[in-house]
């Protein structure tokens, strides 16, 4: 099966040389996956967008009419996200600076996730000091770090929680953090209800049982101090294989789960905040091979651009999935480099042997002129990458939009 869609394919070919290397985003295939992933949710559970996936605008735009709003870690983001797309946005991230806040209180954004007693305190501080009306008090959810057992953690790729971690607070600074609310300390702010995002990388049954083992913890917490609960966002963290692309997170079994803990634990609303899963897949970012040569037995492809716009390999440390895309133009009057045995390693044009896309990937035959593809490019790709490193010219981004033809649903 192909790592491209049709309409990606035809682009990564259509592509001159010169405008290699090229993100390409196939904005079709993402209204698709999204609409998916909306229809296999319960109706009841609200689906955030944690926009530091992918920010780009028109990624954004193409998700903003399936999602309920968007998850913001920055000050930068939340400009950036608020002059994107409409819709409410959740301010979360550790070390948010008073400047930040005070940021975010005058754009009037709809929800903090807040990370520790003192940044209540700051938040309460810039609330009262900017004139807040009641009517428009800022809301609050309590991220909390909640310990839970090794088995829902299983698999996880990124743990966030369940041990010693700068994001949220232990339950016992939680439940200050709720009793401040209850003994009236805090007329400045709202509380809405608790917020934790605990791992990421984890399949649909494992991302299940983190779930209920989060909304039983919060609606432990929240009976133990006397408040109630309005809303609970679980996280995100929809786990993407890299090494499995066709297999994808399971949202049908975990949308009917999901639903499942809602009846079980009546109140509040749930919600999710994914980034990967939701963008990885519509991504991709195309090269052509540069050079193609042996060394001690191996064969290396060396591509235009590298790990300085697609560091996600060497951040994970896993292979990125390649397609090599046969190109019979050579335009140099010189022998084509070509490969001797039937796998390659990837690489890039970085000074650093830590600079592989790819390592041992089936590539018979491929040729300097041959274009690369890098899949489930869409998230944490480009806008994770050490951009300048070396000072090689920067990619080019090609957003595929959906045919006016195509329908929404
Ligand atoms: C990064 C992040 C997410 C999204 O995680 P994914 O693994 O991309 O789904 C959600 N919530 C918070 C608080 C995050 O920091």
Redesign the pocket.
């Known amino acids: 099966m192909s790592l491209l869609t049709p309409a990606a394919r035809d682009a990564a070919l259509a592509l001159a040389p010169d405008e290699l290397p090229c993100y390409i985003y196939d904005l079709s295939a993402l209204r698709q996956h999204v609409t998916a992933i909306r229809a296999a949710l319960p109706q009841a559970v609200e689906l955030?967008y944690?926009a530091?996936?992918n920010p780009e605008p028109e990624i954004l735009r193409t998700l903003a009419p399936f999602t309920d709003g968007f998850?913001v870690?920055s000050g930068g983001e939340l400009a950036h996200v608020r002059s994107a797309v409409q819709g409410p946005l959740a301010f979360?991230?550790p070390g948010k600076t008073p400047d930040e806040i005070v940021a975010a209180l005058t754009a009037g954004v709809e929800r903090f996730?807040v990370e520790s007693l003192h940044e209540l305190r700051l938040l309460a501080r810039a609330a009262s000091r900017h004139h807040v009306g009641s009517a428009t008090r800022p809301r609050v959810l309590i991220?909390f770090n909640p310990p839970v057992t090794a088995s829902a953690l299983h698999g996880s790729a990124?743990a966030?929680g369940g041990r010693p971690t700068p994001?949220g607070m232990d339950p016992a600074q939680a439940a200050q953090a709720l009793s401040l609310f209850v003994d009236g300390e805090l007329p400045e702010l709202e509380l809405v209800g608790l917020?934790a995002?605990l791992a990421?990388?984890l399949g649909a049954e494992a991302q299940l049982a983190l779930a209920e083992e989060v909304v039983a913890e919060a609606m432990r917490l929240a009976a133990r101090c006397g408040v109630r609960l309005r809303e609970l966002?679980v996280?995100?963290?929809?786990?993407v294989d890299y090494s499995r692309p066709a297999e994808r997170f399971d949202w049908s079994s975990f949308g009917a789960g999901m639903a499942r803990i809602a009846e079980r634990h009546p109140g509040p609303v749930l919600r999710i905040?994914?980034?990967?899963?939701?963008t990885a897949y519509c991504g991709w970012y195309a090269t052509e091979v540069l050079d193609v040569k042996r060394s001690h037995g191996e064969d290396f492809a060396v591509v235009r651009g590298g790990t300085h716009h697609l560091r996600t390999p060497a951040a994970k440390g896993h292979e990125q999935p390649a397609e090599v895309l046969a190109v019979e133009r050579w335009p140099h009057p010189l022998p084509r480099p070509v490969a001797q045995g039937s796998r390659v390693t990837f690489t890039g044009q970085l000074c650093t042997p830590k600079d592989v896309l790819a390592r041992d990937v089936p590539a018979p035959g491929i040729r300097a002129g041959d274009r690369a593809v890098f899949a489930l490019a869409g998230?944490?790709a480009w806008n994770i990458s050490h951009h300048d490193f070396l000072m090689h010219p920067p990619p080019g981004f090609r957003f595929l939009h959906p045919r006016e033809t195509d329908t929404a649903g």
Do not use: I, N, V, W
Not at 273 to 278: I, S, T, V
């Open positions: 955030y944690a530091k996936a998850e870690s979360g991230g996730h991220r990124l966030m994001f917020h995002h990421s990388g966002t996280g995100g963290g929809m786990g905040e994914p980034g990967r899963a939701l998230a944490y």
